[in-house]
């Protein structure tokens, strides 16, 4: 059986209590992991916190019907 760079990438997340991906463009979270399919170059791993839109770098999760999120590369305390 061949595993693929995403479970990889998920697994790593997980282990290292990370929540998501991100770069300067895009985030995506670790439920719905690399939706692009792209190679995510310049995707670095990132924590997955309570949205505070003034501080959200990339990957807004800000929806009206879930909680929302955002990914940031500042560990929360």
Do not use: W
């Not at 979270?29 to 995510?40: E, G, K, R």
């Not at 929806?63 to 999120?69: C, G, I």
Request: charged share 30%.
């Amino acid at each position: 059986m061949a595993v693929t760079v995403k479970e990889i990438v998920s697994e790593y997340l997980k282990t290292h209590g990370f929540g998501g991906l991100q770069n300067d463009d895009c985030g995506c979270f670790d439920n719905d992991l690399m939706p692009c399919d792209s190679a995510c170059e310049g995707c670095e791993a990132s924590y997955k916190v309570p949205a505070h839109c003034e501080t959200c770098e990339t990957g807004c999760d800000n929806r009206d019907d879930k909680p929302k999120f955002c990914l940031t590369n500042i560990k929360p305390e």
